[in-house]
Structure formats: C-alpha cells, structure tokens
T-cell receptor, first 112, second 113 residues
C-alpha cells in the first residue's frame, strides 16, 4: 500500500464542470480496481469498479479509465454536483486474494 | 438490510485501558475485514476473516491488538493496553463470496488520551 502524508491532494472544481481524479497503483499483478467515495464521518462507499481486461467502464455520471502500461487509474465525474464533495480512494486487488490496497485519496471540493 | 453495524461510534479512553470495538457484518456475507484509517497512513487493512476464521492478520500492528469472530454475525477488535498512537477511525467491512465489493460500516472513532 501507499502511505499518506499529512495533507490529502485536493481538487477544486466548479459545480457543473467535469472532474478527473487520478490514481497510481503499485502492483503489476493487480487485476481488479475499485473507486470508493468517503464523505465526512462515514465509511467508504463503492462507486465503480473495473477489471484489467477492460480499459474503460461507465456508470451513472462516472467513468473509470485504466491504463495498465503505466499503472494508472482515473475517475471522471460528469457535471460535478455539491453532493460529490468527498474524499475519493482507488483500491487495487489481485484475483484469488481478498485484500484491497487503498490509494492515498484525493479530496474533491465542489465550488458553487 | 441495515448494512454493516459498528459500535460504539465514538470512544474516548485513557492510555492503558482496554478498548473493544464491535462489528455486525451484513447477513450472509462470508468475509469480514477490519481497517484502520489515519491521516498519516491512510486506510490500512488490519485483519480479515473468512467464515469466521482469521485468514490474514499481517496488518495487525502488534500483540496489543487482537480480533475475534465467534460467529457469522459478530466480530470484535480489542486493543489492550491502548496507547495514544492507536487513535484513529476503525472500520469494519464485509463482502459476500460472489461479490467483489466490500461494504463498509460507519466506523468507530477512537481517541486514546
């Protein structure tokens, strides 16, 4: 896993704009990836997942992109809303194991 | 379903005291996970169970930490004796065998003075 510094990276976007949150994962053997959203005072909540045999997956207002060559994952949120303000984590997993390795997290602030 | 239930939601204790955190997973889920979240280290897996059996406890910091799952609907994480550096939010999560998603509880915020 990755260690977290004292300050989370923060992304500030205007309401209605699109947001892109990035994540670098660590294990080349990871073949399953998840994005979680964590609101203040709550536990992480599943947003979307993707397997390594795909490079893109779309959900409602969210899209996850996977680039295995550079071990990079991104989460795109369309038409960002105030309710999207939260910390977003990526997590990686290797099939056959049940451990998730969580990334450092990015704080998304939506400006009205 | 009520989701994963954790208690207490907040715990303040003094150094040296025993602390017990509780978790009720989602009914029917075969896997239960305990995580610790701090600003410095992020979200760390401490231990996980499959069918009430501990599978991987390599994330447990030291012998002061212990976890049990006496049945499919209940697990505890115990810290004895507690230290100020144990202050963190502790999450429990569960998942079913056929699922990939882990469902997290609301967490227990522990403060050790």
């Amino acid at each position: 896993g990755e260690s977290v510094g004292l300050h989370l990276p923060t992304l500030s976007v205007q309401e209605g704009d699109n947001s892109i949150i990035n994540c670098a994962y660590s294990n080349s053997a990871s073949d399953y990836f998840i994005w979680y959203k964590q609101e203040s005072g709550k536990g992480p909540q599943f947003i979307i997942d993707i397997r390594s045999n795909m490079d893109k997956r779309q959900g409602q207002r969210v899209t996850v992109l996977l680039n295995k060559t550079v071990k990079h994952l991104s989460l795109q949120i369309a038409a960002t809303q105030p309710g999207d303000s939260a910390v977003y984590f990526c997590a990686e997993n290797t099939s056959g194991t049940y451990k998730y390795i969580f990334g450092t997290g990015t704080r998304l602030k939506v400006l009205a | 379903d009520a989701g994963v239930i954790q208690s207490p939601r907040h715990e303040v204790t003094e150094m040296g005291q025993e602390v017990t955190l509780r978790c009720k997973p989602i009914s029917g889920h075969d896997y239960l996970f305990w995580y610790r979240q701090t600003m410095m280290r992020g979200l760390e897996l401490l231990i996980y169970f499959n069918n009430n059996v501990p599978i991987d406890d390599s994330g447990m910091p030291e012998d002061r930490f212990s976890a049990k799952m006496p049945n499919a609907s209940f697990s505890t994480l115990k810290i004895q004796p507690s230290e100020p550096r144990d202050s963190a939010v502790y999450f429990c999560a569960s998942r079913g065998l056929a699922q990939n998603e882990q469902f997290f509880g609301p967490g227990t915020r522990l403060t050790v003075l």
